[in-house]
């Protein structure tokens, strides 16, 4: 279905037919001191990245990849890897109560329906040890895709919620009331904590009481995800009974 969006003018939404990155457009707005809640929107990406620098699949008219810049006033880098999650728990929580789509959550960034991708968050950030100057969470939705516009490589594990569902989507009604809700969610996040989402986390993800195997740029660990940290990082037994806390990984 080969429709653009209809983005509604307005001065913190910035709409492209085509970019590069939305992650990098944002980075780009930020240093021009773009305002907090700025979002940067493409019906294409010529250059998605997903974590660990890998690129993500951003066919045109056909899902949603957009940025959000936010300015958190105390947030410190510590706790800026919950932005991910709070991030998953809202889109999560949207699609099933908006649509009946049971998404569920792979830690830490992935989102799922009947164990296929659909989803994606990759959050940057800028800042020092003891402050953060901004945060980037970039967003990729797949949405009206058929199974046969997914490369080969990515067919057995990526879909759509068209796919899933069999329904298409107004991906401009998605996206501005997907939009709100994240708004709401981030503010919840900065007054609050982590806290109000901890538990939809938890009983969303597909993750806990799995054996798993965590890489990340410094090296492999394989055991059992036990548990999430109120802090979002989780808790793993290796195969000598030890418990780990991984802050940072990618779960194969």
Known sequence: MNKSMEIPENKNIYYF???????????RLAEQDAAHF??????????GRGRLGRSWFSPPYSGLWFSILLRPKLLTPPNAAQITLVTAVVI??????????????KWPNDLLLENKK??????????????????????GLNINQ??????????????????????????????????????????????????PFYHLWKKYTITLGKKVTITWPGGTLAGEALDLTEE???LVKDSLGNTKIINYGEIK
């Open 232 to 234: 979002g990082a989780l």
């Open 17 to 27: 037919n085509s970019i590069d990155s939305t992650n990098q457009a944002v980075r």
């Open 118 to 139: 659909v989803g994606g968050i990759l959050t940057e950030l800028k800042g020092k040890p003891d402050h953060i100057e901004y945060l980037i969470v970039g967003i």
């Open 38 to 47: 700025s979002i940067v929107i493409a019906e294409e990406q010529l250059a």
């Open 146 to 195: 058929q199974q046969s516009d997914f490369p080969t490589n990515l067919g057995l594990q990526a879909a759509s919620l068209s796919t899933i569902s069999g329904q298409l989507y107004d991906r401009t009604e998605l996206f501005l009331s997907l939009r709100d809700d994240l708004i709401k969610g981030y503010g919840l996040f900065f007054s609050n904590g982590f806290n």
């Open 92 to 105: 999560a929580s949207y699609l099933r109560d908006h649509h009946g789509l049971e998404v569920k959550i």
